[in-house]
């Protein structure tokens, strides 16, 4: 496995030289190292998913506590966990617990290796299903995260997979996905208006422009889709997942864990990109998320719930059904 030197602005991490050399033995993890991420920077990943993700987080539910105290005693479930990112960058953060519910097998068994070389392994647990699958009561948790998953599950499961994000936490929801009404995103072939024509136009014209490889076919969703997350949530960011515009300024320079390694260290964003983002934010508000690129917004229960989450029993205890040998797909 390549190990890439941390990003400037990442801060110390559990990852050591002696770690990544004990990590590279770890069959598990064979299947993320053969992968386009087997040459990610661990801690500019981790550090990504702190400052983009669980900081945000952290102001949104305590805006008054420390950020040591904002987590403590939370349990995140993270749905399409992948190899686990967000929920190791939570557990650094204070969180109590994270569930990672993860249907690909595969990322699943990297995503405990993962978690054990970070220390972490004992407060994860594991559910190797869908998301709509998840066998957790409802307020079983704190938070429901989905960052950039839904797009991948289908569009029959799209409904389901909102409604689970409705019912599982008590205090709020991270979502992150691509907003189908943007003439260009930043996923498959990204081609102008190719999420808009019928997929079985899509391959034709991404070959046009020898892009055929990378047109996956992804449902992008709309606004109109989270209509069931409105009656129970309301939005609080107005800048992507950023309160102020001076935060998402400020998350710049970081490192990108998507895509070639050639695009990952971005130093600050794009004129387009930056107009946007404050022009939105500013004329909209909290609706910002409506005419983004990004469906990207944390999102309170309100009214918020009165009582406690679900008692400790009713969340499975420690890495419980762990992946198979199989391999299951999104959707």
């Keep these: 496995m390549a190990v890439t030197p941390p990003h400037p602005s990442a801060p110390p991490t559990a990852v050591t030289s002696p770690m990544m050399a004990q990590i590279d033995e770890e069959a598990a993890l064979q299947y993320f190292d053969q992968g386009l991420y087997g040459d990610l920077d661990w801690e500019g990943t981790l550090d990504f998913m702190t400052r983009r993700y669980i900081q945000p987080l952290q102001h949104v539910l305590q805006p008054e506590a420390s ?22 960058a939570w557990l650094k953060a204070g969180g109590e617990q994270a569930i990672l519910i993860e249907p690909d ?34 307020y079983a948790v704190d938070v429901a995260a989905s960052v950039e998953c839904l797009e991948h599950v289908g569009r029959p499961s799209i409904a389901a997979c909102i409604n689970t994000l409705c019912r599982l ?23 102008p208006a190719a999420h808009w024509l019928p997929k079985s136009l899509r391959q034709r014209y991404a070959g046009w422009f020898g892009r055929a490889k990378q047109e996956e076919g992804n449902d992008f969703l709309r606004p109109a889709d989270l209509r069931p997350l409105q009656q129970h949530f309301k939005p609080t960011t107005r800048y992507q997942t950023f309160g102020t515009f001076r935060e998402f300024l400020a998350f710049y320079p970081h490192y990108l864990p998507y895509g070639p390694q050639a ?6 964003p794009s004129w387009a990109l930056r107009t946007l983002v404050k022009v939105t934010g500013s004329l909209f508000g909290t609706g910002a998320w409506r005419w983004s690129p990004n469906l990207a917004n944390i999102w309170l229960r309100d009214p918020p719930l009165t009582g ?24």
């Design 169 to 191: 936490p008590k205090q709020a929801v991270l979502l992150t996905t691509p907003n189908a009404r943007f003439p260009i995103i930043a996923h498959d072939s990204r081609l």
């Design 67 to 88: 950020a040591e105290r904002a987590l403590a005693g939370l349990t995140l479930a993270d749905c399409g966990a992948g190899f686990g990112w967000l929920s190791f």
């Design 263 to 268: 695009q990952r260290q971005r130093t600050a």
């Design 308 to 331: 406690s989450p679900a008692s400790p029993r009713d969340i499975p205890a420690g890495p419980v059904n762990s992946p198979s040998n199989g391999e299951q797909a999104h959707g």
């Design 105 to 138: 097998a595969r990322r699943l068994r990297a995503a405990q290796a993962i978690a054990k070389h970070l220390g972490l392994l004992p407060r994860c647990t594991f559910l190797n299903t869908r998301m709509q699958d998840a066998p957790l009561a409802d």
